[in-house]
Structures are given as structure tokens and as C-alpha cells.
């Protein structure tokens, strides 16, 4: 059975930082892409960043690009999310997702992916 165990949500001031983590079990992992996406109240849920198998791939919306950094340790079956200058509209349930993929491969699209976290929340104060 497959689990992915989001961590490293919390409280955080405007301009902060915080590190999520995505820890993944029952699945050969490096044979998966991997993603973040974000689901603030009211709204539909978004991507935020996604890499390939290996980590050589990756990909950031545009509201994150420059100020987060998605990475993965496939010895570690982790993958991370690195959040820097946080504003107040980064607030939002973060979830990691996991997709059998190509080398090389990435996804923004979130129908793509097959397992899901339960999510971690980000609260951004300003």
C-alpha cells in the first residue's frame, strides 16, 4: 500500500521560510514523478512545483518560480519542498503526489497523478 506523509507545515511570518517534506512508502520511488500542489480555502487545488525521477527535471508555477525549490532524495524516498519569502497568498493546504513516469518527465497537471498525501497546512501571517 502506498503512503505519502507530508511534513513541515506551520505558522510563518510574512518573508519566512519553511521546508516541506513528502516521506513516501510502498512504491519504488525513483520510478515516480513527483509533485506539490496547494489548496487554499475556497479555491480549487493548484500546482506548485513538480520533478522528475532522477530530480535532473523541474518544474514551478509561475506565482512560486524564484522563490520555492523542489527537490528529492530517492535514497531518502523524500521529496522537499523549499519555501522562501513566503507571502500571505502561499497560504494553503500543501499536498505531495506521486505519478509512474518517464525519465526525464514531469507533471503540472494534477489528474495525472495516481497517490496522494493527506496534506500539511501553511498559514502565512502578514
Known amino acids: 500500500q502506498v503512503h505519502l506523509v507530508e511534513s513541515g507545515g506551520g505558522l510563518v511570518q510574512a518573508g519566512g521560510s519553511l521546508r516541506l517534506s513528502c516521506a513516501a512508502s510502498?512504491?519504488?520511488?525513483?520510478?515516480?514523478?513527483m509533485g506539490w500542489f496547494r489548496q487554499a480555502p475556497g479555491k480549487e487545488r493548484e500546482f506548485v512545483a513538480a520533478?522528475?525521477?532522477?530530480?535532473?527535471?523541474?518544474g514551478y508555477a509561475d506565482s512560486v518560480k524564484g522563490r520555492f525549490t523542489i527537490s528529492r532524495d530517492n535514497a531518502k524516498i523524500t521529496v522537499y519542498l523549499q519555501m522562501n519569502s513566503l507571502k500571505p497568498e502561499d497560504t494553503a493546504v500543501y499536498y505531495c503526489?506521486?505519478?509512474?513516469?518517464?525519465?526525464?518527465?514531469?507533471?503540472?497537471?494534477?489528474?495525472?497523478?495516481?497517490?496522494w498525501g493527506q496534506g500539511t497546512q501553511v498559514t502565512v501571517s502578514s
Open positions: 510502498g512504491l519504488t520511488f525513483s520510478m515516480y514523478a
Open positions: 520533478i522528475s525521477r532522477s530530480g535532473g527535471r523541474t
Open positions: 503526489a506521486a505519478v509512474p513516469a518517464n525519465s526525464g518527465s514531469y507533471y503540472a497537471d494534477s489528474h495525472e497523478y495516481r497517490y
